[in-house]
């Protein structure tokens, strides 16, 4: 990867989008990323990236409120700006809400909520920044294990995921004339603070997703980053329209 890159990567100051833009930075891709409420920890994490030898930039943005796009494409403009630029490459839509919620008790507040970030959130986003992205550019969308995979108090947010593999491949065939590639990354288990952080902090938990993982352990936010950084290269730009599920191996 260039240095020339640049990469918008969305919830990148914590967790797996962490991962992936300090993976991007260490390979010389300047990242745009957007946290939602904690400045704090988006600031740490430009001050990580500036470490790596890269100029970062941090944008507040909801995913889940469509409107806030216009702006949110005005401010990309300025930080590219800031970059020396006026388009990006790479286009990360990680940014994601949890729910543990099953069939009696989901409230259609909740499962709208999901659509807005999950669903309309990556396709809105998306066709708002298309006109600023780069012809020959890489989108990553991500997914979840749970997408293939029924578990109990996930009605919502697994069927939602799917949905966006469904939409990633169309927006695969429509990009196609501009070279720009779509796919799909679907993290297993990831001991983050994600969904109040049951992974990381139930042992209970920890050790049942452990036990049915072939690897025989819970993901870590380094088992993500590394992989959506290197399916943004160049060397896969023939993988196309692809999920590729990043779990160790959970119920296979």
């Known amino acids: 990867m260039s240095n020339s890159k640049i990469a918008i990567v969305t919830g990148g100051s914590r967790g797996i989008g962490r991962d992936i833009v300090l993976n991007l930075a260490k390979r010389g891709v300047r990242p745009i990323f957007t946290y939602n409420a904690n400045r704090t920890e988006a600031d ?52 994601g809400t949890s729910s543990g919620a099953n069939l009696e008790t989901i409230t259609e507040a909740e499962m709208d909520a999901l659509y807005d970030v ?32 029924a578990m109990p108090n996930r009605i919502g947010y697994g069927p939602i995921k799917a949905a ?13 004339p501009r070279r720009i590639t779509v796919n799909v990354v679907a993290p297993g288990a990831i001991a983050t603070d994600f969904s109040g952080g049951i992974v990381r902090d139930n042992p209970d938990v920890n050790k049942a997703v452990a036990e049915h993982t072939a690897l025989g352990r819970v993901g870590l936010p380094g088992d993500v980053g590394p992989v959506i950084a290197s ?13 590729i599920e990043v779990s160790g191996g959970v119920h296979i």
């Open 231 to 243: 399916l943004l290269a160049d060397d896969f730009g023939w993988v196309n329209a692809q999920r």
């Open 44 to 95: 740490k994490v430009v001050a990580l990236a500036a470490e790596a030898g890269v100029k970062a930039v941090a944008l507040p943005l909801d995913v889940g409120d469509a409107r806030a796009f216009d702006g949110f494409a005005d401010r990309v403009r300025v930080a590219l700006a800031e970059l020396g630029a006026d388009r990006f490459d790479y286009l990360v839509n990680n940014a």
């Open 118 to 149: 999950h669903f309309k959130g990556v396709l809105f986003l998306t066709q708002k920044l298309l006109p600023l992205m780069n012809d020959g550019g890489r989108i990553v969308n991500i997914s979840s294990a749970l997408a293939r995979i």
């Open 164 to 176: 966006v593999e469904a939409l990633s491949r169309y927006m695969a065939l429509e990009l196609g």
